[in-house]
């Protein structure tokens, strides 16, 4: 990381650069890792911490392995998606944004995965699973562990 504070200390609009990957080496932004780049960065915490909760990339938690979104759009609401999305929340346990505590899944709802021709459907990290039923669920997660 020393070697990116070096090429960002000086770079109005390093930031988010360094916020991202930071991010991509912890899967997270850790307390410690937030105050590091504050100091590092010669930026106030209050501003590093106001930029990673106002951006939905950024994420304060642990995540899990495998992301599951499943579609609350048009499509997928008018053919069932909450009762999809109620499945998952049964099988893992958790609800919207959680995470199990394995780290294996992380629950999220999503507007939309452009994929409204599979109504209702739920992506898990890239793969698309569509026309979905809520007892296909679980035993589709079987499959990411």
Excluded: W
């Amino acid at each position: 990381m020393q070697k990116l504070f070096d090429q960002y200390r000086d770079y109005k609009g390093g930031l988010i650069p360094v916020l991202q990957e930071a991010q991509n080496i912890y899967g997270y932004l850790p307390k410690d890792v937030l105050q590091q780049i504050s100091k590092e960065l010669r930026i106030p915490f209050s501003k590093v911490f106001g930029v990673c909760t106002f951006y939905a990339q950024f994420h304060l938690k642990p995540r899990g392995r495998n992301i599951i979104r499943v579609c609350l759009g048009t499509a997928c609401h008018v053919r069932g998606g909450s009762k999809i999305f109620e499945a998952a929340q049964e099988a893992l346990g958790v609800g919207q944004g959680g995470t199990t505590e394995d780290l294996k899944f992380t629950l999220e709802t999503v507007a939309c995965i452009g994929a409204c021709g599979l109504s209702p459907c739920m992506m898990i990290n890239d793969d698309t699973h569509g026309r979905l039923v809520p007892k296909q669920v679980a035993g589709i997660f079987e499959n990411y562990k």
